[in-house]
């Protein structure tokens, strides 16, 4: 930490135990012990009731007296009722896509992107494999979830999320909640920002690269981090194809873009060009990059970019001088960027500093215009909010809540205030600091990405949970912590564990999306109709057929699935046959789903009405193997099997 921060408190009391500030990796382990820090905790008896009602799976019987502690009765989700958000939760290193309902907490659904999913078949299907692609890793480190948006609003069509573990990004449709795209980026190293165009619609995908590599990265430089760079990257959000990429000075680390489709604008914390710790916090002050989106389109319809290696994407120059690009100076390793749903600013966490830096579109405007001299004219203001900021999100009201990760605590400011400061007059702008546990990364409000933003409810992602649930061995969960944020004050409401380890979420309410969701898949959907197509060309009529076909050592075994029964009771093959089975859920009624397990060969696939699914396989194992169903789908889901009997 640079300085201690002149810590505005409001109304609440101020803190004594700075010693547990005082570093952010000691303090994980401080909080759970240190007596000071855990009577802090104690003052706060909202927090303490959460944390009595805090259990797996989100709020049951006794989070439901959290929820009457924080006056919520309304909002409780009974058996039966439906949640009003989607919660769209990121899982990190699991590399899943997660749907939880809000503010029930419940977890509805996950959505394997880049990982393997043995419960659907994610890694194991062709239908999945042609979205991985063969061979593909099935581990990721999905951070960011965001959802297409029209006009600054969303649209219900997609999510995009990035894996920073293999350099991908993909695509998640709304209507099956199925990826379907997962594409590589080149000439870079790690995606971590993303964010999808406002306006008009979505438009490009931004994604950011926070490793520098050499490009091209073939082995030609290597210990020679003076031609280590990172670019930024625009992917066509339709075609999921790469439109350009821009070469900037520094790293990059999150990203995000305004409400008129002009510009975007990344952190950078490594301006030091460094490769080790200590080189990456040489600098007090690193950058916002801007990046001016019709100037670097203007530069690629002119022809004025190259291309590097065997990639084909332009690569726009967008290092300093450039006439594309805008280097804010900001304190110090900066990470969260977050726009405000007035579209009027962007907010940059300073996370070595105590600060958020605030910036203003239509100054940024004015100094692309040439209107204004130094980069630093684009600041607006630059509160002091507490140790260890991340990310800011907003209630569309005029406040900002900001994530202090060292702190422990969630600061709730007036962004009119923080201006007001930063232009010499005496005012408070911090409203309220709540505790929460332990260690808050992202956080994230309903809406509050769009200009739709409610101000209903906010998610504190904490990294630590620490005492805060029954002991799972030395792995802890999470804790994600629903806040309400609908009043003056923020109450906290429920202590949420979390599988590893989500990083961000999207809160999207349900009347945007909740009709656009179908029940029953669609025969002719893109998701299998490559496997439809090679039905056809055997005369297969997927509906009605059950049967066997034979090209050469190539064997194609199609059956159809009613419930309690497949299409096929057996079938023959010979040792050493690739054998494709396809199977077909006949059963177009909802929640039906069937399942197609095959013993003893590490295949399993779910089917869901109208859905059909194939798996490709070397039967290499003389012998009767059977096969069966997996998906408790009637009273004789038991007697739902057959054998495939393979000649030696
Ligand atoms: S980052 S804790 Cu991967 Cu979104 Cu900020
Ligand atoms: Cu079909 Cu169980
Ligand atoms: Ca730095």
Redesign the pocket.
């Known amino acids: 930490m640079s300085k201690q921060p002149q810590l505005n408190t409001g109304e609440l009391p101020s803190r004594a135990d700075t010693d547990t500030r005082a570093n952010a990796g000691a303090c994980g382990a401080e909080g759970a012990s240190n007596p000071a820090r855990r009577n802090v905790l104690k003052a706060s008896a909202l927090a303490s009731l959460a944390g009595a009602g805090g259990i797996a799976g989100g709020l049951g019987m006794k989070s439901a007296l959290a929820a009457d502690a924080a006056k919520l009765p309304e909002d409780y989700v009974a058996p039966g009722k439906l949640d009003e958000y989607y919660g769209i939760w990121?899982s990190?290193q699991s590399g899943e896509l997660r749907l939880i309902g809000m503010p029930s907490m419940r977890e509805l659904m996950r959505i394997p992107v880049f990982n393997f999913d043995g419960a659907i078949g994610w890694g194991i299907t062709n239908e999945s494999k042609r979205v991985l692609g063969r061979n593909a890793p099935l581990n990721g480190?999905l951070?960011?979830p965001h959802m297409s948006l029209t006009h600054g609003r969303y649209d219900g069509r997609y999510i995009y999320v990035?894996d920073?573990a293999n350099t991908r990004v993909a695509r998640v449709r709304c209507d099956v909640w199925r990826t379907d795209r997962i594409i590589d980026i080149p000439n870079v190293q790690a995606i971590?920002?993303i964010r999808p165009q406002r306006e008009p619609k979505t438009g490009y995908v931004f994604a950011n690269a926070e490793f520098r590599v050499p490009a091209p990265n073939d082995g030609r430089f290597l210990d020679d981090p003076k031609n280590y760079h990172s670019m930024y990257t625009a992917i066509d959000g339709e075609t999921m194809e790469i439109a350009w990429q821009v070469l900037v000075d520094g790293n990059l680390?999150?990203t995000e873009t305004d409400y008129e489709g002009k510009y975007s604008a990344s952190t950078c914390y490594n301006s030091e060009g460094a490769v080790t710790l200590a080189g990456y916090m040489q600098n007090e002050r690193d950058w916002v990059v801007v990046f001016n989106i019709p100037r670097i389109e203007a530069a690629v319809r002119a022809g004025k970019f190259k291309t590097i290696g065997n990639s084909k994407v332009p690569v726009v120059d967008g290092r300093h001088g450039s006439p594309y690009t805008l280097y804010v100076p900001v304190p110090k390793n900066p990470?969260?960027i977050n726009a405000t749903p007035d579209g009027k600013y962007l907010t940059a966490n300073g996370k070595l500093s105590p600060t958020t830096t605030v910036m203003s579109w239509a100054k940024i405007d004015q100094w692309f215009a040439g209107k204004l001299k130094d980069p630093r004219d684009v600041v607006v203001a630059e509160p002091q909010l507490g140790l260890g900021p991340?990310?800011t999100a907003y209630d569309g009201r005029g406040f900002a809540y900001t994530?202090l990760?060292i702190d422990s605590q969630i600061v709730k400011w007036s962004i009119a205030d923080a201006i007001a400061a930063y232009q010499g007059k005496k005012v408070n702008y911090i409203r309220q600091k709540l505790d929460v546990n332990y260690q808050?990364?992202?956080n994230h409000s309903s809406m509050g990405e769009t200009r739709d933003a409610d101000g209903k409810w906010l998610v504190s992602?904490n990294?630590f949970s620490k005492d805060r649930f029954l002991p799972t061995g030395p792995l802890h969960p999470d804790n994600d912590q629903l806040i309400d944020i609908s009043g003056d004050q923020m109450k906290l409401v429920a202590d949420c564990p979390v599988y590893s380890e989500p990083?961000?979420v999207t809160i999207v309410h349900r009347r945007f999306l909740m009709d656009k969701v179908r029940r029953v898949w669609d025969r002719a959907d893109p998701f299998f109709a490559e496997t439809v197509k090679q039905a056809k060309t055997h005369g297969i009529d997927l509906e009605k057929d059950s049967k066997v076909i034979r090209h050469g050592r190539k064997v194609f075994v199609y059956m159809w699935s009613a419930a309690p029964q497949f299409g096929l009771n057996e079938f023959k093959v010979r040792k050493g046959d690739e054998v494709t089975i396809v199977v077909t859920n006949i059963d177009h009624i909802e929640d039906l789903t069937h399942g197609f397990c095959l013993a003893n060969h590490g295949i399993n696939m779910e089917i869901s009405p109208g859905e059909t699914a194939s798996v490709t396989f070397k039967a290499d194992k003389a012998g009767v193997y059977w096969y069966y169903c997996t998906f408790f789908c009637h009273a004789l889901h038991l007697e739902m099997r057959g054998r495939m009997l393979v000649e030696a």
Request: proline fraction near 4%; charged fraction near 20%.
């Open positions: 990121s990190g480190d951070h960011h990035n920073k971590h920002g680390d999150n990470h969260g991340l990310h994530t990760f808050p990364g992202h992602l990294k990083h961000d």
